[in-house]
């Protein structure tokens, strides 16, 4: 075999193999993604921090959600206290337009009155 033909063959195969990775590494974000829920005591910033790293990552990747659909996955993801917040959210706000950094400010403020005892939205 000649040596161009095996630098193509070892080129070609690193390719495909980084191809492999890059796909098994968005296969497993996007299933984070997809199962993201907020765990017991976690706080809406840690929660926050971890479902950036999955859409930082995914982005890094190639592979970007709308933020529609960030807005519901985080509305979704959230536990049963917060049923009556995310009603609100939804009915009063056009998730098209919300930013990311709106509704975190929204939920770091309710969770701040829940921990005090205020309920009232």
Same mark, same amino acid.
């Given at each position: ?5 095996? !630098? ?5 195969? /690193?390719?495909?193999?980084?191809? @492999?990775?890059?796909?098994?590494? !968005?296969?497993?974000? /996007? *299933? =984070? ?19 950036? =790293? !999955?859409?930082?990552? *995914? ?9 529609? @659909? ?17 009603? /609100? ?14 509704? !975190? ?17």
């Amino acid at each position: 075999m000649s040596k161009c033909k095996e !630098i193509w063959n070892k080129l070609a195969t /690193t390719h495909e193999g980084t191809n @492999q990775v890059k796909e098994s590494k !968005i296969s497993l974000l /996007t *299933l =984070d993604f997809e199962l993201f829920k907020i765990k017991s005591r976690e706080s809406i910033k840690e929660m926050f921090n971890i479902f950036t =790293d !999955i859409i930082n990552g *995914l982005k890094s990747l190639g592979k970007a959600y709308s933020n529609k @659909q960030m807005m519901k996955k985080l509305l979704n993801s959230l536990s049963k206290e917060w049923e009556a917040k995310v009603t /609100t959210i939804e009915e009063s706000k056009d998730l098209d337009k919300l930013s990311l950094d709106e509704l !975190i400010s929204s939920l770091i403020t309710y969770e701040m009155k829940l921990e005090h005892g205020k309920f009232a939205l």
